[in-house]
């Protein structure tokens, strides 16, 4: 299908993003982590496309003839982009609705689409707010915001540590969609560590560059990584499914060097 409005809405998150390679990259060359592990971090956290009335994504295309399917961060985006379809295009919003899926499974998708001609493409399409918020950090940091979806994390202390929450009884470093849930989380760090609460500081990653690293690196701080869904997703899961049972929220720890 063509709907050149909706390529005009993806065309600006079409970029993958590689800046997240410095920041955890080790010097030493090391593998690729293995596939089952990057789905172990992406399939916790569900993402909605538009799909037509057989299942297959609303397809977007360029004047070059790329093929574009939307990846929303938020259900409720999602949604808004089929109401204004129904404003510009009434005809083709009767035929699609918003799915559900996996960012594990559109990540395996993109994977497959690499070894077709004319390969599909999935652009990501993150909150209004959270890109706000990644502007107003990046220029505070004088690392302006360069596009793709923002993932928020924390480093504090001394050395500038990662900081990590307490998981199954590990510690795991949290990129979270949305900045509000990272300032809960700092909030509480800051109560029972005050002696490093002025070292906190939050910097923004793009998802699709967090992709591109699990995808070639194996550093053992890539495996610590864990990724938070919005509150908005979180709801929708519990929906959709009952939480384990005896599931307790995280607690912050100190910085993770």
Known sequence: MRESSMMKLLVRWTASLGIFGTLLLASEAAMALPEEEVLKKLDPVPVFTIADEQGAPLVAS?????????????????????????????????????????????????????????????????????????????????????GGVPLFVAKGGEDKGYLTIEKDSQQVIPFFFDKQQLEQMESKFKEQKPDVAASVDIEVVPLEGVIETLETSEDKMLKKIVLVPTEESIQFLQNVSAPPAGQTAPTPVAPEK
């Not at 109401?83 to 993109?110: D, F, R």
């Not at 497959?112 to 599909?120: D, G, P, S, V, Y």
């Open 62 to 146: 360029g004047d070059d003839e790329a093929k574009v399917a939307g990846v929303f961060i938020s259900q409720e985006d999602a949604n808004q982009f089929v109401n204004q379809l129904k404003v510009k295009n009434p005809e083709l919003a009767e035929k699609v609705k918003v799915v559900p899926v996996s960012l594990g499974e559109v990540y395996k998708l993109a994977e497959a689409a690499e070894t077709e001609e004319n390969a599909l493409n999935f652009a990501y399409v993150p909150q209004q707010e959270a890109v706000t918020s990644a502007k107003t950090i990046g220029e505070a940091n004088q690392q302006p915001y360069q």
